[in-house]
């Protein structure tokens, strides 16, 4: 657990932040105890915003968006050479013999009119690129997203079971000092009685340390995925995941809307555009150029200025280069074939890891209703043990026993319960479904 110190000043690089983590979360642990759970100011963290906190922050996304601008506009530059160039040229000269002196300047414009149709596929594939950037950040930030719900999960989960053994922890020395009270007076309960629940409160309070420490560790992991640098106690909101899944709706979902999928769909169909682009190169490409100058010169005879203007069309028609453009189609048919069958195996893997998926869901959600059932039997099974060693017809066996069982019970069902909402979670975002 965090507490306030008002006081500490943290630092802005990432370095001295996790190493402030690190030294604040230990010595804040060795004092855990100084506040009761009520004087602590908690602050709640929901799961939808330790998401968004973890894709605003993390340096990876941020490098890979720098990334894809640089691709849109190194594309974007192949379009612009469809522009009108325009370029302003001179010349200085000077004569030995006979003497004389002379100067030109140019006002020069080129622009390509027809290429084949290159410019046209160009403007497709900068389009596409531009969406791929888009759904490939969506596909990487999926990545970031499952991450974060397991870091979440965990967190969640330990807390819960934190808060639990501390409620039986404050139960079981109640009852304790209870049996000592009776025992002290020579009344009801066997001198095995006391010390067996003395051991039974002290092994629970171990327990209860050992989860404390296995927090902290939790503690720091999670503050550092979501870049938490504050000094203020964190506390999960309880997991609420409103998605009903449906195994033959999530494999339809999966296969139109998964991120990743899409990407790799637009990266087929701008393989495509590439194979196209490659063909257009080898037709005709007509120019038109313009050029307005200015001449001036003097020697010894003359002293003369001249306006020079023209215009004129070119082409360019390749015959041939020895087959080279015809390997680099083949090239890039071949890179369309691959993007193809990755499409494929990737399909058959999402599909694959959604049916493990609904399997584990099915398993576990029918294993959460056994463990109510047995939660609520155990809590019948402490409370009627109790009342017969109050009155002398049980030992403390029995309560050891139901006690133990109610404990275990109680945390295999809150860790069932958060990987089923890890499970649910995970679904949905495999499937290209909007929860978050």
């Not at 370095?15 to 060795?30: D, M, P, Q, S, V």
């Not at 890179?335 to 069958?341: D, F, H, N, R």
Request: hydrophobic fraction near 35%; proline fraction near 1%.
């Amino acid at each position: 657990m965090l507490y306030g110190l008002p006081l500490i000043k943290i630092s802005k690089s990432i370095f001295h932040k996790k190493i402030y983590l690190f030294l604040l979360i230990f010595i804040l642990a060795l004092f855990e105890n100084v506040y009761s759970e009520s004087e602590l100011q908690y602050k709640y963290i929901t799961l939808s915003e330790y998401i968004h906190r973890v894709i605003e922050n993390n340096p990876s996304s941020k490098i890979n968006e720098q990334d894809y601008k640089l691709v849109q506009l190194n594309h974007l530059k192949e379009l612009q050479k469809y522009s009108f160039n325009v370029d302003l040229s001179g010349s200085l000269s000077y004569d030995i013999e006979p003497e004389g002196r002379g100067a030109y300047l140019s006002l020069n414009a080129k622009k390509i009119i027809y290429d084949g149709g290159k410019k046209k596929i160009l403007e497709k594939e900068y389009d596409l690129i531009k969406t791929f950037s888009n759904v490939n950040l969506l596909s990487q930030n999926d990545t970031l997203i499952l991450t974060a719900i397991l870091y979440y999960t965990d967190f969640f989960y330990k807390q819960e079971v934190l808060d639990f053994l501390n409620e039986q922890f404050q139960q079981q020395r109640q009852f304790v000092d209870k049996v000592e009270n009776t025992y002290q007076k020579g009344l009801r309960f066997s001198t095995y009685d006391y010390l067996t629940s003395k051991s039974e409160l002290l092994r629970l309070e171990k327990d209860l340390i050992n989860q404390k420490s296995n927090i902290v560790k939790t503690e720091i992991a999670f503050r550092q995925f979501g870049h938490i640098y504050d000094v203020e106690p964190i506390k999960l909101v309880l997991l609420d995941i409103n998605f009903k899944p449906d195994i033959i709706t999530l494999q339809k979902y999966s296969l139109i809307h998964n991120n990743s999928l899409n990407a790799l769909r637009l990266e087929e169909d701008i393989q495509k555009l590439k194979i196209l682009e490659k063909e257009a190169e080898g037709g005709l490409q007509v120019d038109i150029r313009s050029s307005l100058g200015i001449q001036g010169g003097t020697n010894e005879y003359t002293d003369q200025t001249n306006l020079i203007a023209s215009i004129a069309l070119s082409f360019t028609l390749p015959l041939y280069d020895g087959g080279e453009r015809r390997t680099e189609i083949l090239s890039e048919r071949i890179q369309a074939v691959k993007k193809y069958l990755s499409i494929k195996k990737t399909e058959e893997d999402i599909i694959k890891k959604i049916n493990e998926l609904y399997a584990d869901y099915e398993t576990i959600e029918k294993t959460i209703e056994i463990l109510q059932q047995q939660l609520l039997i155990n809590e019948k099974r402490l409370k009627v043990s109790l009342e017969r060693l109050e009155k002398g017809l049980e030992d403390y066996r029995a309560v050891r026993e139901s006690w133990s069982d109610l404990i275990n019970t109680k945390i295999e069902l809150i860790y069932n319960k958060a990987i089923s909402h890890k499970i649910l979670a995970d679904m949905a975002v495999l499937s290209g479904t909007k929860i978050f």
